[in-house]
């Protein structure tokens, strides 16, 4: 069983920077990509950034050039750097793992860009 335990997240205002960690413990396969997804009320859960064990990473257009993903794979923990924050950057953000069909999610943080 693979458990993650998310923290950074928080309110901010516009314009402002969080950076959300995700830890990861467990029976963990040495090659897993390791990403962060967000979901508003009402919508989809959708992929913010995802970074490979090999440090390739994959971004959403929202978000290019303004978050960076990355990892310590020797504490197996993702980080995702989030700045120039907009309001709709607001959203429950989850840490997923994954590695072929065996995925894993946790439980969520709350970000929350407002003035």
């Known amino acids: 069983q693979v458990q993650l335990v998310e923290s950074g997240g928080g309110l901010v205002q516009p314009g402002g920077s969080l950076r959300l960690s995700c830890a990861a413990s467990?029976?963990?396969?040495?090659?897993?990509?390791h990403g962060w997804y967000r979901q508003t009320p009402g919508n989809q859960r959708e992929m913010v950034a995802e970074?490979?064990?090999?440090?390739?990473?994959n971004y959403a257009d929202s978000v290019k050039d303004r978050f960076t993903i990355s990892r310590d794979n020797a504490k197996n923990t993702a980080y995702l750097q989030m700045n120039s924050l907009k309001p709709e950057d607001t959203a429950v953000y989850y840490c997923?793992?994954?590695?072929?069909?065996?995925?894993?999610w946790g439980q969520g943080t709350q970000v929350t860009v407002s003035s």
């Open positions: 997923k793992l994954y590695w072929g069909s065996r995925s894993y």
């Open positions: 467990g029976s963990i396969f040495m090659l897993y990509v």
């Open positions: 970074i490979t064990s090999g440090g390739n990473t």
